[in-house]
């Protein structure tokens, strides 16, 4: 269900939805362009659907699609079919400072009319802007919010149409998070990802690791025990601190346009307090694993990089069966394309 791109790329399509102001742009502006929280503040409402294709790392590659508020994409001039055709994933914005009522019945229409269209698409509800809410408050309305939509599918009798909910914000990591975990859903080679992960772990006296694509720092993969806030936090700062620092000292003196603040030598060790030490190692131009680690299995880092060697082979072969893949679409496409033509100049022609 992934359109193909014109270079015959594959680029999933994932739509910003909500009411007005429920924080669409804002998200947007601050996962993808490093915009700050606060700057959002200014931010001008949008009038009318922006398309961007991110495509920072190998595997982080879609399109994202920003609705304006107001819009009514039920209009009948308005090709819904052909958008939601389309769609890998349709997040839906609720402001939960806000009253949700016309929220939820808005979530209940766009779900079921898109499902309708593609029952293929994840439907990603953001209870957003949590910042001003106690935890308990929280979880009260993340339960009232996701009993509610439930209860107005199972009216419409639409029960299998599957919503994930996540609690976010742009003032603090949630929002990296849930989109980390909604990318992750559009990325076909995952189970091999975290395959990966987990033998370069659990051989190599690994706690936790993670594989980030290093400019929206989203986690693309990671191996399958659970995921704490606070990892993830602290792997956050440490991208920040690596490109902080490489930006200031790593680059040419003569010429510092020249080169990235990123490349093949870019690595960082950082030992915490409570003997814990952070390991974060390039893997590929746009990817960097991160991993936490004991101290004491720290004294064997000339196995743990031979390990990661080993690791970072295995992704780049991931990625050329990738490639490879897209290139036979491409040759298809354009083999189906000149088939074409060529009936139509047939059918044109009188003889
Ligand atoms: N407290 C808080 N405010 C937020 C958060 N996210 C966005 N906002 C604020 O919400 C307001 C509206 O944000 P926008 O991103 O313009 O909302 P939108 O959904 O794109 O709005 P339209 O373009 O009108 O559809 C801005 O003033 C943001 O600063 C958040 O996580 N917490």
Redesign the pocket.
């Known amino acids: 269900f992934f359109p193909l791109g014109l270079s015959g790329e594959v680029k999933p399509r994932v739509l910003l939805m909500?009411?007005?102001?429920?924080?669409?742009?804002?998200?947007q502006?601050v996962v993808f362009h490093k915009m700050s929280?606060n700057e959002?503040?200014f931010?001008?409402?949008?009038?009318k659907i922006c398309r961007e294709d991110v495509s920072s790392s190998s595997f982080v590659s879609f399109q994202i699609w920003?609705?304006?508020?107001?819009i009514d994409f039920f209009d009948p001039t308005f090709d819904y079919e052909m958008i939601f055709r389309g769609t890998g994933a349709l997040i839906f914005?609720i402001?939960s400072?806000d009253d949700y009522v016309e929220a939820l019945s808005r979530l209940h229409l766009t779900v079921t009319r898109a499902y309708k269209v593609n029952p293929d698409i994840h439907f990603e509800v953001f209870i957003?802007?949590?910042?001003?809410l106690s935890d308990d408050h929280k979880i009260e309305k993340q339960g009232d919010i996701r009993r509610r939509a439930s209860d107005d599918l199972a009216d419409a009798r639409l029960e299998r149409i599957h919503l994930s909910f996540y609690l976010?914000?742009?003032?603090d990591h949630s929002?990296f998070e849930a989109f980390s975990k909604v990318v992750q859903k559009l990325i076909p080679q995952l189970p091999t990802l975290e395959n990966l992960l987990n033998i370069f772990i659990s051989n190599s006296g690994i706690e936790k690791a993670f594989l980030f694509d290093v400019v929206s720092k989203i986690y693309i993969a990671t191996d399958s025990s659970p995921v704490d806030m606070q990892t993830y936090e602290l792997c956050c700062d440490m991208i920040d601190v690596v490109i902080d620092i490489s930006c200031i000292y790593g680059l040419a003196e003569e010429d510092p346009a020249v080169g990235s603040p990123y490349d093949k030598d870019s690595m960082a060790i950082i030992r915490l307090n409570n003997t814990t030490v952070v390991y974060l190692k390039e893997v590929t131009k746009f990817l960097a694993m991160v991993c936490f680690l004991r101290e004491e299995s720290f004294e064997r880092k000339g196995l743990i990089d031979y390990n990661f060697h080993c690791f970072r082979k295995a992704i780049q072969e991931v990625f050329d069966v990738r490639v490879e893949v897209q290139k036979n679409r491409k040759l298809l496409s354009q083999r189906r394309r000149s088939k074409q033509a060529t009936a139509n100049g047939v059918a044109g022609n009188p003889h």
């Open positions: 909500g009411l007005r102001r429920s924080g669409k742009s804002s998200i502006k929280p959002t503040l931010l001008e409402s949008t009038n920003d609705f304006p508020g107001q914005v402001d400072q957003h802007k949590v910042d001003g976010t914000s742009i003032y929002i």
